[in-house]
């Protein structure tokens, strides 16, 4: 893993021909109460597990999986990785936990073609994502995870339940798909997308302050400049109708 700072590290996804969402950990190690967030594509159980260890953490730290959304290269390993920590809950916002929880993998695959594909490639069954949620977040829950208070922000649009998790005290901004480095924002033409949505989630990120930005994907940010987010939304409001 690579420390971001106190209490966050940052484990790379390993992108194939389908991406592998990055893999975060919150929360001070002497807490033993840490949290993944976002275990990543399938078949990246293994390497996630591997590199929290590398690091000497113990899996019993690991108390809960926090996803910042459902998409299959977010939870893919999902299995994988409750294999190694049976013991960890699930924490979703409530729009996708329903689904989930009934079996409905819509939020996850995102367009029916890709579904099977993705079935076809991971040898998955068609219920591999019917998952028992501990925890439905709603948005606006502050929580003490491991010692740090974290900020729980609904963003819907990239998909209807997707979440944000805010450091107010640290600036550190972990958006899931919805914001990204170089002015990119995630897609929004996805089952449960919907983009005046994800324009006003945008428009409520750019009003926080936000010094490290560790998105899904691509490059995490240190030093973000302070309109980032409302030049990203800027940019692509034209489209956001
Ligand atoms: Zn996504
Ligand atoms: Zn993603």
């Known amino acids: 893993m690579a420390k971001i700072t106190e209490g966050i590290y940052a484990i790379q996804g390993m992108d194939e021909f389908i ?6 950990v919150i929360g001070e190690p002497s807490s033993m109460d840490l949290s993944i967030i976002d275990v990543g594509l399938a078949g990246k159980g293994r390497y ?3 590199s929290i260890l590398k690091d000497g953490v ?37 729009a996708e936990a329903e689904l ?12 029916d073609m890709f579904k099977s594909m993705c079935q076809m490639q991971y040898g998955l069954s068609s219920d591999a994502f019917r998952l ?41 901004l972990i958006p899931g798909d919805v914001v990204y480095a170089d002015y990119a924002i995630g897609r929004f033409d996805l089952f449960g997308a919907d983009a005046k949505e ?25 030093g973000l400049p302070s309109d980032y987010i409302s030049r990203t939304l800027k940019m692509w409001e034209p489209y956001l109708i």
């Open 100 to 111: 989930l929880e009934r079996g409905d993998d819509r939020a996850v695959y995102g367009m």
């Open 19 to 24: 991406p592998d969402s990055h893999t975060y």
């Open 132 to 172: 028992t949620v501990h925890r439905k977040l709603k948005g606006d829950e502050k929580l003490m995870l491991g010692n740090m208070e974290w900020e729980i922000i609904h963003i819907p649009g990239h998909s209807s339940g997707g979440i944000a998790l805010y450091n107010r005290e640290k600036k550190v």
């Open 48 to 50: 996630k597990i591997q």
């Open 198 to 222: 994800l324009r006003n989630s945008l428009m409520k990120l750019s009003k926080l302050e936000v010094d490290m930005l560790l998105p899904g994907h691509n490059q995490l940010v240190k």
């Open 58 to 94: 113990e899996l019993t730290a690991i108390k809960r999986i926090i996803m910042t959304h459902t998409h299959f290269d977010h939870i893919g390993c999902i299995s994988e990785v409750l294999k190694e920590i049976p013991h960890a809950e699930l924490w979703v916002h409530e």
